[in-house]
């Protein structure tokens, strides 16, 4: 199985990217983030001929989560408990018995700011969501924008950034508790390798040939998975293309037959 995720930035704006990046790659699962597109608009047809399947929960202009995958998808769940409190930021379903949990994690604003508690409380709901619906033994696999670049190797100048949002120790103290819980990083089971981002500020001028960047995005499964995850990497080609996202997606590969 290949799975990946992709912050797009607006589906529909990148669709001439994202379509021929899906024949190419012909990912199983795909996780997308910032579809920004209210639901009566998504492209369902597009992806349909394409041949994948899409659950999906967006708004107009921001936020927005989708699930694509090569087979029906089961259990759609949209938000937490299937309330929409969370607004369009996560959404879940069951692939081939693999629980997909797709979350756009909120940027949070400024670390002294009421936007960096909401995040910081939005995790908490997200453990806490974990706690109640699955178990570590589960095969879990957790993909998405988080928003929070968890090691100094994820970040082009960890001592400058600490301390600023999405490289902050109260999201590292947060998120080691869903690994405690029992995930596991997946890409950083395969690449050892510092300064492998997937986020260029659009802001930055040069940022992508400077590789002055973050790893904000992540694919993170529990032990069952993760131990029969085979290869992990990030695809650079779509943020090199005319009108790209801000972000590239990030892959990774399970052996679903490999014996543990």
């Not at 997946?186 to 260029?200: D, S």
């Amino acid at each position: 199985m290949k799975a990946a995720s992709f912050n797009v930035n607006s589906v529909r704006a990148r669709l001439d990217i994202l379509l021929p990046w899906l024949q190419r790659e012909k990912p199983d699962v795909l996780c997308l983030q910032e579809t920004k597109v209210q639901d009566e608009d998504f492209p369902v047809q597009v992806f349909s001929e394409a041949g994948y399947s899409v659950a999906f929960k967006g708004q107009k202009s921001y936020n927005g989560v989708a699930i694509l995958s090569t087979e029906p998808l089961h259990d759609i769940h949209i938000g937490f408990d299937n309330e929409e409190s969370s607004g369009p930021r996560i959404i879940s379903a069951v692939f081939q018995n693999i629980n997909i949990i797709n979350t756009y994690i909120p940027q949070g604003g400024e670390p002294d700011s009421e936007k960096f508690q909401g995040k910081l409380d939005w995790l908490k709901r997200l453990l806490e969501y974990f706690q109640e619906r699955f178990t570590p033994e589960q095969p879990v696999l957790w993909m998405g924008d988080f928003n929070i670049a968890p090691e100094p190797g994820d970040v082009y100048d960890p001592v400058k950034l600490l301390g600023q949002t999405g490289y902050h120790p109260d999201e590292h103290a947060l998120l080691k508790k869903f690994a405690e819980w029992g995930f596991a990083d997946v890409f950083r089971r395969h690449v050892a390798e510092t300064e492998q981002f997937t986020f260029w500020d659009y802001r930055i001028r040069n940022s992508v040939s400077r590789n002055i960047g973050w790893k904000l995005d992540h694919i993170w499964a529990t032990s069952p998975l993760a131990q029969k995850s085979t290869r992990a990497w990030i695809d650079m080609n779509p943020r090199l293309k005319e009108r790209p996202s801000d972000h590239t997606p990030i892959l990774a590969e399970f052996d679903l037959h490999k014996d543990l």
